[in-house]
C-alpha cells in the first residue's frame, strides 16, 4: 500500500465507524450486524470469520464489545493508525451526542413532567435490565461450578463485598477448577 | 486549577480501573459502575437508572455513554474526555496486543480457564444489580412499611410488570421506554403523585 492509499483508508476506516458509533443504539452486540455489512459485505476488509474471532475475542477480553471490535478491525485493515481512528469513529458520535444530553438533562430535571416521566421510565428499566439479565443467564455455562460462582457473586455482591475482589476471585476459582478437570481427564 | 486536574485524574483512574475489569457486553459494567459512581457520590441510584434509559435510547455502547455523562457532570469537557478515555483505553491497549498473537491467546488454557470463572461471576452480579435497582425502583426512600401506603408503589410494580411482558416479547427497548415515560406523565398527573 502506498501513502496515499493508506491515508485513504484510515479515513475510509474513521468514517465507516463513525457511521457504526452514530446508528446503533442499546451498544456492544447491537453493532455486530451492521459491522458485518459495512465492513464484510461493503468494504471487504475482513471476511466473515473474521467477524466471528473479534466475537471470540471481545468476549474474552475487558472492555466494551464496540470498542474491542472497533480496534480490532482497525488494527488488522491498517496497523495502529487504524486501530486508533476506527476507535475514535465509534466513540466519537456517542460522546458529543451525551456530552449535549447532560447540559439539556440539567435544565430539565427540575420539570414536574420530566420528573413523573423518570418515575415511569425507571419502572421500565429494571424490566429491560430483568430481560438483560435473563438473556445473559440462559447463555451462562450449565455446570455445578459455573452455578456455584454465580450464585457465590450474587450473596457477595448483594453483601456489597468489593465488585474488584469478587471479578478476579472468579477467575482464581475458574482457573483453578478447569487446571482441575484436565488433570482428571488426564488420569 | 489543580482541582479540575486532580478532578480529572481521579475520573480517568476510576473509568480506566471499570474498562480493565468488565468482561462481556451489555450490562457487564453495570455492577462496578454502579459501585464506583454511588460511592464517591457522582450520582444517585435514581440518576443512575434515569440514565441508562437515556443510553438505551441514544446510539453508542453504555460504557462511553455512562463515563462521558458523569464526566461531563463532574467537570465539563474534560472531565467527559478523561471519563471515556479512561474507559476505552485498557480494551484498546488489550485488543492491540491480542489481534498479533490471537492464535496463542485463542488456544491459551489459561484465558479459558479465567472465563470460565468470569462469565457466571458476571451474571451473578448483574442479577444482584437488578435487585438493587428494583429495591430503589420500588422503594425509593428505602424500605418500610410506610413505602406500601402511598400509591407509588403499586403504580411502579404495574409499569414494570407491563414492561417486563411487552420486554419479553422482544419489543424495542426504545419504545418501551417511551411507554414507560407516557404512562409516568399521565399517572403522574392523574394521581397527583409525589415522585
New interface residues.
Given amino acids: 500500500m502506498t501513502r496515499k492509499e493508506k491515508l485513504k483508508r484510515i479515513l475510509s476506516l474513521f468514517l465507516t465507524f463513525l457511521k457504526i458509533g452514530g446508528f446503533t443504539f442499546g451498544g456492544g452486540y447491537a453493532m455486530i450486524p451492521l459491522i458485518q455489512k459495512e465492513v464484510v459485505d461493503n468494504k471487504k476488509w475482513v471476511t466473515d470469520d473474521d467477524i466471528l474471532e473479534i466475537i471470540a475475542i471481545a468476549e474474552s477480553t475487558p472492555g466494551p464489545i464496540a470498542i474491542n471490535s472497533a480496534t480490532f478491525i482497525g488494527y488488522k485493515t491498517c496497523g495502529f493508525f487504524g486501530s486508533f481512528f476506527a476507535t475514535l469513529g465509534v466513540v466519537l458520535p456517542s460522546f458529543v451526542i451525551i456530552m449535549i444530553i447532560a447540559f439539556l438533562l440539567n435544565g430539565f430535571a427540575e420539570i414536574t413532567a420530566v420528573k413523573y416521566a423518570f418515575f415511569g421510565i425507571r419502572a421500565g428499566v429494571l424490566a429491560l435490565l430483568l430481560k438483560s439479565f435473563w438473556g445473559m443467564f440462559k447463555k451462562c455455562p450449565k455446570n455445578v461450578v459455573a452455578y456455584s460462582i454465580a450464585a457465590a457473586a450474587f450473596i457477595a455482591s448483594i453483601l456489597s463485598l468489593d465488585t474488584l475482589v469478587i471479578i478476579i476471585s472468579a477467575a482464581v476459582i475458574g482457573l483453578t477448577a478447569s487446571f482441575i478437570a484436565a488433570k482428571r481427564e488426564v488420569k | 486549577m489543580t482541582e479540575l486536574i486532580l478532578k480529572c485524574l481521579e475520573l480517568f483512574a476510576t473509568f480506566f480501573?471499570i474498562?480493565?475489569?468488565?468482561?462481556?457486553?451489555?450490562?457487564a459494567?453495570?455492577?462496578?459502575m454502579q459501585?464506583a459512581v454511588l460511592e464517591k457520590n457522582w450520582a444517585s441510584e435514581?440518576e443512575l437508572?434515569?440514565f441508562?434509559?437515556?443510553?438505551?435510547?441514544?446510539?453508542?455502547?453504555?460504557?462511553?455513554?455512562m463515563s462521558?455523562?458523569i464526566g461531563?457532570?463532574q467537570a465539563g469537557?474534560l472531565g467527559?474526555f478523561f471519563a471515556?478515555l479512561g474507559?476505552?483505553l485498557?480494551?484498546?491497549i488489550?485488543?492491540?496486543i491480542?489481534?498479533r498473537c490471537?492464535a496463542k491467546?485463542?488456544s491459551s488454557?489459561?484465558?479459558?480457564?479465567?472465563?470460565?470463572?468470569?462469565?457466571?461471576?458476571?451474571?451473578?452480579?448483574?442479577?444482584?444489580?437488578?435487585?438493587n435497582?428494583?429495591a430503589?425502583?420500588l422503594f425509593p426512600n428505602g424500605i418500610s412499611y410506610s413505602a406500601f401506603s402511598g400509591a407509588?408503589i403499586y403504580?411502579?410494580?404495574v409499569?414494570?410488570?407491563?414492561?417486563?411482558v411487552?420486554?419479553?416479547k422482544k419489543v424495542h427497548?426504545?419504545l418501551?421506554?417511551c411507554?414507560?415515560?407516557?404512562?409516568?406523565?399521565a399517572?403522574?398527573?392523574g394521581f397527583n403523585?409525589t415522585?
Fill in positions: 480501573k474498562g480493565l475489569f468488565t468482561f462481556g457486553g451489555g450490562y459494567m453495570l455492577p462496578m459501585e435514581a437508572i434515569n441508562i434509559a437515556v443510553s438505551e435510547s441514544t446510539p453508542g455502547s453504555f460504557a462511553v455513554n462521558t455523562y461531563t457532570e469537557f467527559a471515556t474507559v476505552v485498557p480494551s484498546f488489550i485488543i492491540l491480542v489481534a490471537y491467546f485463542q488454557k489459561i484465558v479459558k480457564g479465567c472465563m470460565s470463572g468470569l462469565k457466571p461471576c458476571v451474571v451473578g452480579l448483574i442479577g444482584a444489580a437488578v435487585i435497582i428494583a430503589t425502583v407509588n403504580i411502579s410494580f409499569i414494570f410488570a407491563l414492561m417486563a411487552l420486554a419479553f427497548p426504545i418501551i421506554i411507554m414507560s415515560a407516557v404512562i409516568g406523565v399517572v403522574g398527573y403523585l415522585v
